[in-house]
């Protein structure tokens, strides 16, 4: 079980314990949740990102002062289409970041049903975030940070506005999610976390930023 | 008394080491406790009467001293529980007049620590006991455990107390009769002298003395030395010299009676002997010692000569015996050791015997005259009192008789007196009353008389039945001697047999075990019957043994037959396999393909023109076929021939390869054989990429495309693109562009080539099949079409892989086609790779969250294009099923790696990887045909239905929760906006349902 655990990672940066957790990114096609991941795992950004089919996993590990929390991410298809596959990504994710385009109201609606799916079906205690990404195009704002804002506390949402682009608030996003994590083994609360995701003390080598950047 | 005893004993004790105790180990004699010893008490007494005598009959022939012993010596005295703890090492010494064993801290010790009683003592010893000279004695209800430190002491020991009791109980038995052959011996040897003037120096001492033992005796006690040794052995000796005195005494009788009548001799000898007892008596009693004066004898003795007339006398000796003891032992207390003053002793004593003592010799003499005199006297008194009793009887017995005669005569006076008195009547009627009473007696005589012949009668019959009796009883016997001597016979048999059985069941038991027949109550027969049965046994085991190998081997020959069996069971499986694989109808190899098509060359030429049959021969001798098809052998040539053969042929096939190339080019339409078929799998040549793809695209949509018409696609989609001012897939479209195939120069930018083919190909296909309209996924098959073909033709493309070879519903609004293909896959999985599916089970991998992505794009995601060329390639021509021969492909050539990860993440990142990771494309294509094989379609089919409505059914359910979800968000926050997704799903599901 995720959360478990107390080994201690091989570069020593943390002494306590490990936490994993599943994370799905949600939002219309095309906000930038590839590219949110992206620049959260590898520290890169593509102006045009391959559009996601289906889904990708990738993982990536953010250090906290005393928990090491790795998340196993999955970005999913944004378009309508792929909607029918999302319940197979979010079942069991103990959080979700819903994504939309701050240059697009549309995708901000869509988020709003993401978030309402995602309470009312996922696990009941998932934290989820709300980034309004491409924050970098605020000359072509559509959607306010006080009508997200007021959004996301309505519905107690973390909330941040977003650029894969620039990185803003990436890394602070994925951060504050890890935070308010629950830490302990009680913060499975009840799901059906699948068992074939387990800790590995092993350091994910796989991401080029590494924790804390 | 004890004074002059104390300083001559210590010294004449010396220890003598028992002979055996000398030959024994050294050990023993190292051993503090040592061994036997014996005392030898210088004056030579002994306190048993045998030791006595024995001491007697050796005193004429050797010195006294030397002979006689005392038996004592070191024990460990042992507790009767825990005895080897509370062991003390005493001394102990055999007391010969009271029979007890006594025994002392020290030798030296005045009285002992306590006594055994020997007289009623059983002794025995522990056989195995870990300490060998360890021996009981029982005696008055206690156990005494002593350890004479080896067992030959110990032996020594238990012998001389055997022989000590034994003594003591016939001495208590034969004192008396001991006594008379003693004096008797005395008097026939003579001996005497010493003997003789002891005795008289004894008398004459007392005499000397004059005064009274009892004094005397005081004297003694009040004479004692303050450290000297016991009053015991001081008291011993006083005996022995009384004894000495007695005996004196007695020898000196012998001179005077030279026969001596039995009788008197016996008494003398008696009183003699009870005097000494007396006298032991007396003198202990002042002593004071606590040693006990064998009271038994003592007053045996007394009592058989309680009543005597000479009693008095016999004090009178006491008295004088007494003295003279009292008196020597005071002279002797002044000699330093026993032995000296023994010699002292006796030469004085002679001498004194000699000078001094006739007067009493006379007194004695006188003494003992007057008491035969006496003796004699009364003998003759008894003699006429006797005599005059006798007389007395007979005159007592005649005046009975007398007085019975006068009893007699004095009632016939009466009756006579009576008779004369009484009338003749009354003697009438009295005789007549008498005869009455004669006739009453007479009858009452003969039926007495009857009744005795009744008796005798009676008597005889008796006497006869008691024959009969007695011959029943005779009879009888002898049945019961036949029936003994039977019952011996018998017996006899019984033991016999036994015996025999015994020798049987042994004999069985070295055999095998074999149930034992029943043994026939005959002995000979039985035996003979039992050898047989032997015999039989015998047979049996080694049949046994026999057949039990017998049946060892049967099951190996069985085990190797099963072995066989496997093998050619596995052999057939493989031939099977072989066959379904050539069946199939794809040749494995290229060289096959190459030689079939070689071959399909000549024949057709050999068809057209003639004389080519050498050539025909060696194309098939080169495949090493001894006889052409023609029957003929294969002819061989030499290598230049050969060279100049292949050369023409390759040039030939040269020729040939280019008119099919022309012909491609030439515009022909493709048509479908085994030989493309193979050719495709093989992989498509680049320039011929876009012939062979356009034909393909042409077997699906080419009847579509005519319908339409050549104009369709530039001029009315083109139009429509134009009139279509709200395309709801033109805006995902257009942020897809980009997005398709960013890593292709074609496609990275606004300004490359394929992005506009692109975006009117996807749009246009989004209206000509509104119900898709545009999925994600479809810009990539859109876009690697445009790489080969031109934009009409990609655009079929798209619309031959959409509508044709994909199954329908696959990239509609639920992707239900594409979501069951992966559950089918995952069947396909279970079934081709068990082992790969058992571990995404164990791990709950969900393989579908990758595989989705290959089918959607046909592996255009994260897979190289090599790879998914070659995919494509063979889906073009085959249809789906190659999908799944590709997918399965990869996940059997990455299966050994996977394998090795063991958490889910890991497997899912590897997933994501593996696409990449897949460089060996003619691995893939060679695993995806032929390794997988047999792979039909059939199966997959139903398969596909199967899961599709599953599928159907499951989102169906999702749609529901979904769309009351949607209606009550859109009233709620986006009223009068309606997206065009929303649109989309509307159409979608009308589609889906429809």
């Known amino acids: ?213 | 008394m004890a004074a002059e005893g104390g300083g001559s004993k210590v010294d004449s004790v010396f220890y003598v080491n028992n002979k055996t105790d000398e030959n024994s180990s050294p050990e023993s004699m190292a051993n503090g406790a040592e061994a036997v010893v014996f005392r030898h008490s210088g004056d030579g007494s002994a306190e048993s009467s045998t030791t006595e005598t024995m001491a007697a009959d050796q005193s004429g022939n050797a010195d006294p001293e030397e002979n006689e012993t005392k038996l004592c010596g070191w024990l460990l005295k042992c507790g009767s529980i825990g005895f080897m703890k509370t062991a003390k090492n005493l001394w102990f010494v055999f007391g010969e007049d009271t029979c007890k064993l006594y025994f002392y801290r020290q030798p030296q010790d005045l009285l002992p620590l306590g006594e055994i009683d020997i007289k009623h003592a059983s002794f025995s010893f522990d056989a195995n006991s870990s300490r060998p000279g360890v021996f009981e004695i029982r005696s008055e209800g206690k156990v005494y455990y002593l350890d004479a430190q080896g067992q030959h002491r110990m032996t020594y020991w238990l012998e001389e107390l055997q022989k000590k009791r034994r003594q003591y109980s016939q001495q208590r038995k034969t004192i008396s009769s001991e006594k008379i052959n003693w004096t008797l011996k005395n008097h026939r040897k003579g001996s005497g002298l010493t003997g003789q003037g002891k005795g008289l120096a004894g008398i004459s001492e007392s005499a000397g003395a004059g005064g009274s033992s009892h004094m005397g005796q005081g004297e003694g006690v009040s004479g004692l030395p303050p450290n000297t040794k016991p009053m015991y052995w001081s008291l011993r000796n006083l005996r022995t010299e009384i004894r000495e005195a007695v005996s004196g005494i007695r020898n000196q009788k012998s001179p005077t009676k030279s026969s001596p009548p039995p009788s008197p001799q016996l008494s003398e000898g008696k009183e003699g002997w009870t005097l000494l007892d007396e006298e032991q008596d007396s003198s202990q009693q002042p002593s004071g010692s606590a040693q006990s004066a064998t009271p038994n004898s003592s007053s045996a003795m007394s009592q058989s000569a309680a009543p005597n007339p000479a009693s008095k006398l016999g004090n009178k000796l006491k008295f004088s015996l007494f003295n003279k003891n009292s008196k020597r032992s005071h002279s002797d207390s002044g000699s330093p050791t026993e032995q000296p003053r023994r010699h002292t002793h006796s030469s004085g004593s002679g001498r004194s015997g000699s000078q001094q003592c006739f007067k009493c010799k006379l007194y004695n003499m006188f003494r003992t005259y007057m008491s035969h005199q006496l003796q004699d006297d009364l003998w003759s008194v008894r003699e006429d009192l006797k005599a005059a009793e006798e007389e007395l009887q007979a005159n007592r017995e005649i005046i009975k008789l007398l007085q019975k005669e006068l009893d007699v005569v004095r009632v016939t006076m009466e009756t006579r007196k009576e008779s004369e008195g009484k009338t003749e009547q009354e003697v009438d009627f009295m005789l007549q009353q008498r005869d009455k009473h004669v006739v009453e007696l007479e009858h009452s005589l003969a039926v007495l008389q009857e009744d005795k012949s009744l008796l005798e009668q009676q008597c005889s019959q008796n006497e006869g039945e008691m024959a009969t009796l007695k011959d029943q009883v005779s009879m009888l016997q002898d049945m019961l001697t036949v029936k003994d001597e039977i019952v011996m016979q018998l017996t006899n048999q019984i033991f016999e047999l036994e015996n025999n059985n015994t020798q049987d069941k042994g004999d069985n038991a070295g055999q095998a075990a074999e149930p034992s027949a029943p043994r026939p109550s005959l002995l000979i027969p039985d035996t003979r019957e039992l050898e047989e049965l032997k015999d039989s046994v015998r047979a049996y085991q080694l049949q046994n043994k026999f057949m039990t190998k017998e049946i060892m081997e049967l099951n190996e020959l069985r085990k190797l037959d099963e072995k066989r069996e496997k093998e050619l069971l596995i052999n057939y499986a493989n031939l099977e396999a072989m066959f379904y694989q050539t069946k199939s109808g794809e040749e494995n190899k290229s060289q096959d393909a190459v030689a079939q098509l070689l071959q399909e060359a000549l024949e057709t030429e050999a068809g057209e023109g003639a004389g080519d049959q050498d050539a025909h021969q060696t194309f098939l001798s080169s495949h090493s076929m001894e006889y052409d098809r023609y029957g003929f052998q294969a002819y061989l040539h030499t290598e230049e021939e050969t060279e100049d053969i292949l050369v023409a042929k390759a040039n030939q096939l040269q020729r040939q390869s280019d008119e099919l190339a022309n012909r491609l080019q030439s515009g022909k339409p493709l048509q479908r054989s085994p030989e493309l078929k193979t050719l495709i799998r093989l992989g498509v040549p680049h320039e011929y990429k876009e012939h062979v793809w356009k034909g393909c695209v042409n077997f699906y949509v080419g009847q579509t495309r005519d319908k339409l018409g050549p104009q369709y696609y530039k001029k009315d989609l083109g139009e429509k693109i134009k009139q279509s001012k709200f395309n709801p897939a033109a805006k995902q479209i257009e942020l897809d562009l980009l997005r398709t195939l960013p890593s292709n120069r074609h496609f990275d930018s606004m300004e490359s080539d394929g992005i506009p083919k692109l975006r009117r190909v996807l749009l246009a296909y989004s209206l000509h099949n509104p119900v898709i309209g545009y999925c994600q996924g479809l810009n990539r098959l859109a876009a690697i079409s445009l790489l080969f073909l031109s934009e009409e033709d990609a655009f079929w493309c798209l619309e031959a892989v959409v509508e044709h070879i994909m199954p329908k519903d696959y990239y509609t609004k639920t992707l239900a086609a594409a979501q069951a293909d992966q559950r089918v896959l995952k069947e396909l999985v279970a079934e081709k790779l068990p082992k790969l599916h058992a571990h995404f089970e164990q791990y709950e991998v969900d393989l579908s969250l990758y595989t989705f992505n290959w089918f959607l794009t046909i592996f255009v995601d994260n897979v190289r294009p090599e790879t998914f060329l070659r995919c494509w390639d063979a889906l073009l021509y085959e249809g789906s099923k190659v999908l799944f021969r590709f997918a399965l492909a990869f996940l059997k050539y990455a299966e050994d790696e996977i394998l090795t990860l063991k958490e889910a993440p890991h497997i899912y990142r590897y997933m994501r990887m593996l696409g990449e990771k897949v460089t060996n494309v003619k691995r893939i294509t060679q695993i995806a045909f032929h390794d997988l094989n047999p792979f039909p379609m059939r199966s997959i089919t139903s398969k596909r239905l199967h899961h599709l409505q599953l599928v159907r059914e499951e989102l169906r359910e999702l749609d529901i929760i979904r769309q009351d979800f949607q209606t009550s968000h859109t009233r709620n926050n986006r009223e009068g906006y309606i997206s065009d997704d929303d649109l989309d799903d509307t159409r979608d599901d009308e589609d889906g349902d429809s």
């Open chain 1, 1 to 213: 079980m995720a959360g478990r655990g107390g080994a201690q990672r091989p570069n020593g940066a943390t002494q306590g314990k490990i936490c994993q957790f599943k994370l799905v990114l949600l939002g219309e096609s095309a906000v930038g949740k590839s590219s949110l991941v992206l620049r959260f795992v590898k520290g890169q950004f593509h102006e045009y990102q391959e559009s996601t089919i289906g889904a990708a996993f990738l993982t990536q590990t953010v250090c906290l002062d005393d928990t090491t929390v790795k998340f196993e991410i999955w970005d999913t298809a944004g378009q309508e289409r792929y909607h029918s596959l999302a319940p197979m990504y979010y079942r069991g994710a103990q959080a979700a970041i819903v994504v939309y385009d701050i240059t697009n109201q549309d995708t901000f609606g869509r988020a709003k049903t993401w978030v309402k799916e995602l309470q009312r079906q996922a696990s009941p205690n998932i934290v989820i975030a709300l980034a309004g990404n491409k924050a970098d195009l605020s000359n072509k704002r559509m959607v306010e940070y006080e009508e997200a804002q007021a959004y996301a506390e309505e519905n107690s949402l973390l909330f941040m506005e977003t650029s894969a682009k620039t990185a803003m608030n990436v890394n602070d996003i994925f951060l504050a999610i890890a935070k308010k994590l629950p830490k302990n083994e009680g913060g499975q609360s009840g799901q059906q976390r699948p068992p074939g995701l387990r800790l590995n003390n092993e350091q994910n080598q796989q991401s080029e930023g590494g924790c804390c950047k």
